[in-house]
């Protein structure tokens, strides 16, 4: 029997994962207690709602003087490749050809069995598009077998009938496809075919037993179709994100895309009707339902941003960032995962990092500017700080 509750202890007691769905809750010190000796879980739990037997994974707690921040990452964002066959216009980070130094399968394995020991809970495979890794099915075995949830973010077009089913087999819990609207506008930005590649790719993998959800990018020129594509996919009962627009990467190039204030209200607007039900459409901005349910009363902030507080990024070349998107934005890298021989230690200091502070003391100033969406996130403050020249 494989592991199906992960568990981290944390200065407040512990963040619970179910392995099968990625979704994270809190437990306070004598909760955990019970939890640890009588494997039983709060009547208030997902953990408790679990009928079948399971199996516990139990990450210790190695640093009793943590106040202000999670004892490791809930999730870890690890760009295996840059390598992608399509060129979307939109693209985060210029993605297309292999990157220079580009960890190897067996840099890979090791940073991934890191992460396990260090109490990781979810990591998605991410790219580039990640299915042109030669050794992604074993970095998803390997994490699964280690309780870990795993998730792949992908474009679809390359899965097939045979690859959704070695990725079921192989224990992949969730995936994420991108459709960004009506067909006509999807192929616009990702490329001709490639909607209807993306739908079969779709498919494929609801039919292999995947939990799939679809992501799409929102921006100026496409708003109408993802609010088309919304309203679609809530009545075939399909879970969509709707992702803001950055401009990085070959998005650099989208100039006036962002959606303002006023844009996001309308898109709330138009979506208000199946919003107000058991809606399958969730979003940023719009509602946020990424799993977390908090139970308790925790002795610090959690930022509406993960960056940095619950989740990090790792590049191709092992660059560590805050976000996939900051790096694409040229913000300095804050470590090397090559350099990192203690992922627990390196995490304990990061809260400390100049670098973060450094966001974060900006969010207000940004926040203050006309017809701005307000937001947490430290992508949208380091381009505007790019914009006003305030480089590190």
């Not at 840099?107 to 990591?123: F, N, R, S, Y």
């Not at 498919?203 to 929102?218: E, F, P, Q």
């Not at 895309?257 to 199946?274: A, G, K, P």
């Not at 990090?312 to 300095?332: K, N, R, T, V, Y």
Request: aromatic share 8%; with cysteine.
């Amino acid at each position: 029997m494989k592991y199906n509750v992960n568990i981290r202890e944390e200065i407040f007691g512990a963040t619970v994962s179910i392995v099968e769905t990625g979704k994270r809750e809190y437990v306070n010190k004598e909760e955990l207690k019970k939890i640890l000796e009588e494997k039983k879980f709060p009547k208030d739990t997902l953990a408790n709602k679990m009928t079948e037997d399971y199996k516990i994974k139990y990450i210790p707690l190695n640093n009793k003087n943590l106040r202000e921040q999670f004892s490791f990452a809930d999730i870890v964002y690890l760009e295996l490749t840059r390598e992608c066959n399509l060129r979307c216009k939109h693209c985060l980070n210029n993605s297309g050809k292999l990157m220079p130094n580009q960890l190897n399968l067996d840099e890979l394995k090791k940073l991934v069995q890191d992460l396990i020991d260090a109490g990781v809970q979810e990591i998605r495979f991410t790219g580039g598009e990640p299915l042109m890794c030669d050794g992604i099915y074993e970095l998803i075995k390997l994490a699964n077998d280690n309780g870990v949830c795993t998730s792949i973010g992908t474009n679809g077009t390359l899965v097939t009938e045979e690859i959704a089913n070695m990725l079921k087999e192989i224990g992949l819990k969730k995936v994420v496809v991108s459709i960004d609207g009506t067909q006509e506008m999807h192929d616009t930005i990702r490329g001709t075919y490639s909607y209807e590649k993306a739908i079969k790719g779709l498919d494929y993998l609801k039919n292999a037993g995947l939990n799939v959800r679809v992501n799409t990018v929102i921006m100026k020129s496409n708003m109408e179709d993802v609010i088309k594509l919304a309203k679609e996919m809530d009545k075939n009962k399909i879970t969509l994100f709707i992702r803001r627009f950055i401009e990085s990467g070959r998005g650099k190039n989208l100039k006036n895309n962002m959606l303002t204030e006023d844009d996001y209200r309308y898109v709330r607007e138009q979506l208000q009707d199946i919003m107000k039900k058991n809606s399958y459409i969730n979003g940023h901005y719009l509602r946020n339902n990424e799993g977390v349910h908090s139970r308790i009363e925790l002795p610090f902030i959690i930022r509406g941003c993960k960056a940095g507080q619950r989740a990090i990024a790792i590049m191709p070349d092992g660059d560590i960032q805050l976000c996939g998107f900051l790096s694409a934005q040229e913000f300095p890298a804050i470590e090397n995962a090559r350099n990192i021989h203690d992922w627990r230690k390196f995490w304990n200091e990061l809260q400390k990092i100049d670098k973060l502070k450094y966001l974060r003391d900006n969010l207000d100033e940004y926040n203050k500017q006309p017809n701005v969406q307000e937001t947490y996130c430290l992508a949208y403050i380091q381009r505007y700080l790019n914009d006003k020249t305030k480089k590190w």
